[in-house]
């Protein structure tokens, strides 16, 4: 079983021409308000690819919530550890996508802001292989790494913009007891207070205590590093509708994989695949893909 702990929110998906500058204002042409929250997207990505997963976060006792809560159920998620709030709402985001896909997200946590490291104890994390965290904040995201530390399991983390208001050394820490780290450009850039991602710079991650970083550089593809080895992988080109989730479908593919036991490269590459699946769909998580629809993807971008 593979446990993701985060949010559970509702996007609320605003197509605009651009993406608004200070002072600017757009016109939104197509709205969707649709189940959200990284850590629902990356556990209906692994639902979608076979592999057995159970979220942990809150939620509201709300329309908005059920709706969530049921979209979950429907992919084959174990909901049983979700905590309903009588009280509070469930969270939302709202995502501006551009015509390019591009897109800026502005979240309201609610019912996520309930997540406390109390929760985090042993027997939430009993009979699981792989511990992911996706947007949670640092104090949580500690408790998570040294709890599976203790207990011998592989735990995971996607950097979120819970952490980028931390400091460099701040987020080293957090990540420091990871066994698979997950990050953007940005990310990297701010974890170890850098300009660009270069490969001395890439050397630098390497001396930190993590097995696997995967660092994700959009169209360019992305940079798996382990082992002393820094592997590049390509990203597949694909019309992009929606960036959104694709983050989330490329860290999905690789825990899955990775768990099949694939090496890092066929394992990069499909998570590759998985991302670029993604951004072809509208919203972060009907472009989620299945097994099948991979391995095709990856048949017939071979064959050309």
């Known amino acids: 079983?593979?446990?993701?702990?985060?949010?559970?929110?509702?996007?609320?998906?605003?197509?605009?021409?651009?993406?608004?500058?200070?002072?600017?204002?757009?016109?939104?042409?197509?709205?969707?308000?649709?189940?959200?929250?990284?850590?629902?997207?990356?556990?209906?990505?692994?639902?979608?690819?076979?592999?057995?997963?159970?979220?942990?976060?809150?939620?509201?006792?709300?329309?908005?919530?059920?709706?969530?809560?049921?979209?979950?159920?429907?992919?084959?998620?174990?909901?049983?550890?979700?905590?309903?709030?009588?009280?509070?709402?469930?969270?939302?985001?709202?995502?501006?996508v551009d015509k390019n896909g591009q897109s800026i997200k502005i979240g309201y946590r609610e019912a996520n802001k309930l997540l406390s490291t109390k929760e985090i104890t042993t027997n939430l994390l009993k009979n699981v292989k792989i511990v992911h965290v996706s947007s949670v904040n640092a104090e949580i995201a500690l408790k998570v790494a040294k709890l599976c530390k203790k207990l011998n399991i592989i735990s995971s983390i996607d950097l979120g913009g819970e952490m980028m208001s931390l400091s460099s050394e701040q987020i080293l820490q957090v990540i420091s007891d990871y066994s698979i780290v997950f990050m953007n450009q940005l990310g990297f850039q701010r974890a170890f207070n850098v300009p660009e991602i270069a490969k001395v710079e890439l050397k630098k991650a390497m001396n930190q205590n993590v097995d696997i970083f995967n660092i994700t550089i959009g169209e360019n593809g992305s940079y798996i590093l382990a082992d002393g080895q820094i592997m590049e992988i390509p990203s597949f080109k694909v019309p992009v509708i929606d960036t959104t989730g694709a983050g989330d479908a490329y860290a999905a593919g690789f825990i899955h994989y990775y768990l099949e036991g694939l090496d890092l490269k066929d394992i990069g590459t499909r998570a590759a695949a998985c991302a670029a699946l993604q951004i072809t769909i509208s919203n972060a998580r009907d472009g989620m893909p299945r097994k099948d629809e991979v391995e095709e993807f990856i048949r017939s971008k071979q064959t050309k």
């Open 1 to 96: 079983m593979i446990l993701t702990i985060g949010n559970i929110n509702v996007d609320i998906i605003c197509s605009v021409p651009h993406l608004p500058k200070p002072d600017d204002k757009v016109i939104v042409s197509n709205l969707s308000i649709v189940p959200g929250g990284g850590a629902c997207n990356f556990a209906v990505g692994l639902a979608r690819l076979g592999s057995d997963v159970s979220l942990f976060g809150h939620v509201g006792n709300d329309h908005n919530g059920k709706k969530g809560i049921e979209s979950l159920i429907l992919e084959n998620v174990d909901t049983s550890n979700v905590v309903i709030e009588a009280d509070i709402p469930t969270g939302f985001v709202i995502i501006l």
